[in-house]
């Protein structure tokens, strides 16, 4: 299974800060390493490349209609975009996002033809309580509900626990396997089709030197990279291309 970094650049960089990171990138990725980044949904042209694909960091659940303020993942498809994340920890606790509201995007989606990057991941006190596996499993089991249109293509699964996400602390890469693993059965027993394929990500403080060891893990198939995925060096480093 070919490795994939997500840069997910939140609400950061302006358009000229978006080029001319595409520049540096561009000019030295060797696609080892799948790449793939979330930008404002402004800087998606930019991104559009026959090596990179572009992403949305949220969509609306309806494509077309009187919801003002959303984006329709239908228009960004017709715009040229890949792919979608849904249900980042930043959605879930600033965006009031649930399992059960990600799940409609996430149908959404699929239906749509884009690729769906699912977050799943618990909180501090969640782990500190011995939860972690069981809120894993919950957020799994309503988001991806009822999906038909999924296969091992266009459904990605983000595992990012929130106490590590743009903190500094990484889970460490047996953590991170523990909880990969129980996110591969459960996906193989809900998918048995293609369940075992589907790419899973670790995120959270994901930088250039702890990448390797984590990306050694049986079950960890790339990662989704917030702060360092900012610099062109590092986010090239990620993908393998120092
Ligand atoms: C993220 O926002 O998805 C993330 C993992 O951020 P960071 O790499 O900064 O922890």
Known sequence: MKKLMIANWKMNKNGKECAEFLIEFKSKYSNKIDAWIASQPLYIKLIINENVKAGLQNCSEHVSGAYTG???????KEMGGNFVLIGHSERRQFFGETSKTCQAKLQTVLRENLTAVYCVGETLSERESGQTLAIVSDQLHQGLNDLSAANEENLVIAYEPVWAIGTGKTATPGQAQEVHSSIRKILSEKFPGFGSKVRLLYGGSV?????????????????????????????LALCGDK
């Open 70 to 76: 959303e984006v329709s993942s239908r228009n960004f």
């Open 207 to 235: 930088k250039p030197d702890n990448v390797e060891e984590l990306l050694a893990q049986k079950d960890i198939d790339g990662g989704l990279v917030g702060g360092a995925s900012l610099k062109a060096k590092d986010f």
